[in-house]
């Protein structure tokens, strides 16, 4: 009777006994993801998930993770299969007015220098010695895209994916700290003095519809691997655009979106075991994931400083740093520095246009990866 | 293939695809808004003209 009642309470006790010292320290880590989220309001829908998901996944003993485990079920359904990524995707369509990149199409090309850091951090990766598909999993930190992250990680190397998406969302919520000094540094006070032409050009209800259209047979066809990423945007987008399913596009912007980012958020906190988590590695890739948003905020203002000498000083170079995905946080990073040096300089328009042209870039530069991986027979 | 080359070839054909294709992307769409003017701005430019 009582070897009886002393097995029955080891089971009670079996959870501390097994606890080992990685998984507390992961339990502090979801416990500091839940402090920002809930206390610093740092993309709280997503921090408050993933940190929770962090502290379930590092109790001993309760197997979420393991097969037909609640958060192994909810992680192969949606991030080994690579919906959740892109349903939100086709949520971040349905919310975004792409109208202010329409107006001004050369802010295309800000977009495209703003994903410069995945290429630049992806060749530092490979020196520090990762493996080629792990390396392109950090570099793609730089496209400052948390969606874009996950589906590129989950699908070549899921072992990376919660150091990874960590450094994706919370280097885009730390935006405003990290481009000021940067966008200081790349220019002089004369250049971000520099008054922008104001005044809408109007964008066609017909060419706002065809964008979608264009840009996911374009895109697909230069880079077909990537067309899930760039279909789901555009469907979102085309959606938004033609105003006659309204109710889809409302699904997609909140229902759709809401459940999608809870599962997501939560499966990205099992994915951060103790055991798995805490390498060296892991620290070295929050560290490059920060160099690439750093890289891809001194490209764009590089590319601005080229515009703004093409154009005879009519760009303000300080909007190639809104060329990043982060959207609309870094259009109004660059209007707030704008007006720093200059009171009647009101750069918001143009820069959300570079920064709308960011989020189609960060998704074709995931594309074009993809494709250049495809045809060098690596995936 | 060695990680030199691998390196190499991302950078150079990844970062100068996702220039050339979002150059392109910004060509059509240009054109797009010449052949599709917006259309108060059409119906100015017949008002104008007639």
Redesign the interface.
């Known amino acids: 009777m009582i070897e009886s009642f002393l097995s029955g309470f080891s089971g009670l006790v079996a959870g501390f006994l097994n606890l080992q010292w990685p998984s507390v320290v992961m339990m502090v880590v979801g416990g500091g993801l839940l402090y920002l989220g809930i206390r610093k309001d740092i993309e709280p829908l997503l921090l408050v998930p993933i940190g929770f998901g962090c502290i379930l996944v590092n109790i001993p003993l309760a197997g979420l993770m393991e097969p037909h485990g609640f958060l192994r079920t909810i992680y192969d359904f949606g991030i080994m299969t690579e919906i959740f990524p892109l349903l939100i995707f086709v949520g971040i369509g349905a919310m975004t007015d792409f109208g202010p990149v329409l107006e001004n199409p050369v802010t295309f090309l800000l977009g495209a220098a703003g994903q410069f850091g995945i290429f630049i951090t992806l060749v530092i990766a490979l020196a520090l010695g990762f493996k080629e598909l792990e390396a392109v999993s950090i570099g793609i930190i730089g496209a400052c895209d948390g969606p874009t992250a996950i589906y590129v990680t989950s699908k070549f190397a899921p072992h990376l994916l919660g150091a990874v998406s960590v450094a994706a969302y919370s280097y885009m919520s730390l935006v405003p700290i990290i481009q000021p000094p940067i966008m200081k540094m790349l220019t002089t006070e004369k250049e971000r003095a520099t008054v922008m032409k104001t005044g809408r050009k109007p964008v066609s209800k017909t060419t706002k519809l065809l964008f979608p259209l264009v840009i996911t047979i374009v895109g697909g066809l230069i880079a077909p691997m990537g067309l899930p990423l760039l279909g789901t945007i555009m469907l979102g987008n085309l959606m938004r655009e033609s105003g006659v399913v309204e109710r889809l596009t409302r699904a997609s912007q909140n229902e759709i979106a809401n459940v999608v980012t809870l599962l997501l958020g939560i499966s990205i906190g099992a994915t951060m075991e103790g055991r798995i988590f805490l390498q060296p590695q892991t620290l070295i890739i929050l560290a490059l994931g920060f160099l690439a948003i750093c890289l891809d905020t001194a490209c764009g203002v590089l590319l601005g400083k080229v515009l703004y000498v093409f154009t005879k000083g009519r760009i303000n170079p300080l909007i190639g740093a809104a060329g990043i995905s982060a959207f609309p946080m870094s259009a109004r990073v660059v209007m707030k520095e704008g007006q720093k040096y200059n009171k009647k300089s009101y750069l918001l328009m143009h820069a959300m246009g570079a920064n709308a042209g960011g989020q189609i870039g960060s998704v074709i530069a995931a594309a074009v990866m993809l494709s250049v991986l495809k045809g060098m027979g690596i995936i | 293939?060695d990680?030199y080359t691998?390196?190499?070839?991302?950078?150079v054909?990844?970062?100068g695809?996702?220039?050339l294709?979002?150059?392109?992307?910004?060509?059509?769409?240009?054109i797009?808004?010449k052949i599709?003017?917006?259309?108060?701005?059409a119906k100015d430019k017949k008002a104008g003209n007639a």
């Open positions: 293939m990680k691998f390196g190499l070839t991302m950078l054909v990844g970062m695809g996702t220039l294709t979002l150059g392109l992307m910004s060509v059509i769409m240009s797009l808004k599709f003017p917006h259309r108060e701005e």
